[in-house]
């Protein structure tokens, strides 16, 4: 049992991070990345070929932030992989210890640095979630008796709001009977539907940890308002970046806004950046800091 799943079973708030693995085989970033995260997270999230972008298997990554004592979350989509390869990096993660998983479908192909690729989505992550409680339970998707079952705490994504798609609810008690039992949730930038949401959610009895996307200029603001599904950046906070002088002071000062309105009513956070884990990092020291928080080393 890892100390993500520790930790949130026993009430505890906990934090955890993303880092992107690198486009290519050299680690040198990812490890330094990461031991700048260490001191402050739970656990790490290594995406998997997010927004479609070719790079290092998260597999491969999250046994590189074992090797640092780093506990990882494996994200696992659903794009590139039928069945029969889902099945198998299940395995190969119960195998090299990684001790949870996040269940996604993934983003199509289309959108990112190899869009000529054939996408497979045989699954999406309502299924992905029940295949890998199957094999918890010794069997594999035929029925096949396994020689030892993965280990792992499962959990999937979520998008935090009753305003702009009204079935998030819902949906996430399909994965919750799928077997989810931890929820990681998109950003969500109106803190009055974030909080509806959450109240909504907690009637789960499942573990939530909302997303923060830390900001760092107007430009990736109304970028990410424009042009990422589901995201939906208020006026108000585009033109406090639009007249900011320092825009990356800007996030982090709103991160931590939204982070200190929110710690009563959720089981933490999920801190995300575009590329700048530096930020991460320092959002995640102001916010132990001010709250008098221990050391969540993962060691």
Not at 24 to 52: E, F, H, M, Y
Not at 85 to 114: E, R, S
């Amino acid at each position: 049992m890892g100390i993500l799943n520790t930790k949130l079973l026993a009430g505890q708030k906990v934090i955890t991070a993303e880092i992107t693995p690198p486009k290519g085989s050299g680690i040198k970033k990812l490890v330094k990345n990461a031991l700048t995260l260490k001191p402050w997270v739970d656990a790490l999230n290594i995406t998997d070929c997010q927004r479609a972008l070719v790079k290092m298997s998260s597999l491969a990554a999250c046994r590189i932030l074992l090797d640092q004592g780093i506990e990882p979350v494996f994200q696992l989509t659903c794009r590139d992989r039928n069945r029969i390869a889902l099945q198998a990096d299940i395995f190969g993660a119960g195998a090299l210890g990684i001790p949870n998983m996040l269940c996604l479908t993934g983003d199509p192909v289309k959108v990112g640095d190899c869009p000529e690729a054939k996408p497979v989505f045989e699954l999406e992550s309502v299924r992905l979630l029940q295949l890998a409680k199957r094999l918890q339970s010794g069997a594999d998707d035929s029925g096949h008796k396994l020689n030892a079952s993965p280990k792992l705490f499962l959990g999937s994504a979520i998008n935090p709001t009753l305003k702009n798609n009204t079935n998030q609810l819902s949906r996430m008690a399909k994965k919750i009977e799928a077997g989810a039992s931890f929820f990681q949730t998109q950003a969500n930038y109106d803190m009055e539907d974030l909080c509806r949401f959450v109240e909504e959610a907690n009637r789960f009895n499942s573990k939530i940890l909302v997303g923060i996307l830390i900001l760092h200029s107007y430009e990736s603001a109304q970028y990410i308002h424009e042009n990422i599904p589901g995201i939906q950046i208020p006026d108000a906070i585009l033109e406090r970046f639009k007249n900011s002088k320092t825009p990356d002071l800007t996030g982090v000062e709103l991160a931590l806004e939204m982070m200190n309105g929110l710690k009563n009513i959720v089981d933490g956070f999920h801190v995300m950046s575009v590329r700048q884990e530096e930020l991460i990092a320092q959002v995640l020291e102001n916010y132990h800091g001010n709250n008098h928080t221990q050391n969540h080393s993962a060691t």
